[in-house]
């Protein structure tokens, strides 16, 4: 059974930064794609960040720039390094794994990723 777990979430003043992990366990498929997505208050989830076996990274269009997407296979972790942080940043950031397939030019959709964490708070004040 394939988890995925959230940490490094909390608060933080505007322009500032925050790293946070993705634990994935449980999983020897040899294709993967493992994503970061978020979801504020009102608003719908967005993805912001994948990455897969192959290497491949992709972006969202309102954190390229900003946020950074890396993996340490030897520890089965997936990063989301994120910096000049807003206001508008502020939501519950979730980690997603999909298995048996690379993250493809859909993968902002959330679709056919079918593990997902609890989620991590991250509030960025003014």
């Known amino acids: 059974q394939v988890q995925v777990a959230e940490s490094g979430g909390g608060s933080v003043q505007s322009g500032g930064s925050l790293r946070l992990s993705c634990a994935a366990s449980?999983?020897?498929?040899?294709?993967?794609?493992l994503a970061w997505f978020r979801q504020g208050s009102g608003k719908e989830r967005e993805g912001l960040a994948a990455v897969d076996s192959d290497g491949d990274v992709y972006y969202g269009d309102s954190v390229r720039g900003r946020f950074t997407i890396s993996q340490d296979n030897a520890k089965n972790t997936v990063y989301l390094e994120m910096n000049s942080l807003t206001p508008e940043d502020t939501a519950t950031y979730y980690c997603?794994?999909?298995?048996?397939?690379?993250?493809?030019?859909?993968?902002?959709?959330?679709?056919?990723?079918?593990?997902w964490g609890q989620g991590t708070q991250v509030t960025v004040s003014s």
């Open positions: 997603a794994a999909r298995i048996h397939d690379y993250c493809t030019t859909t993968w902002s959709s959330g679709k056919y990723f079918g593990y």
């Open positions: 449980g999983h020897t498929y040899s294709n993967y794609c």
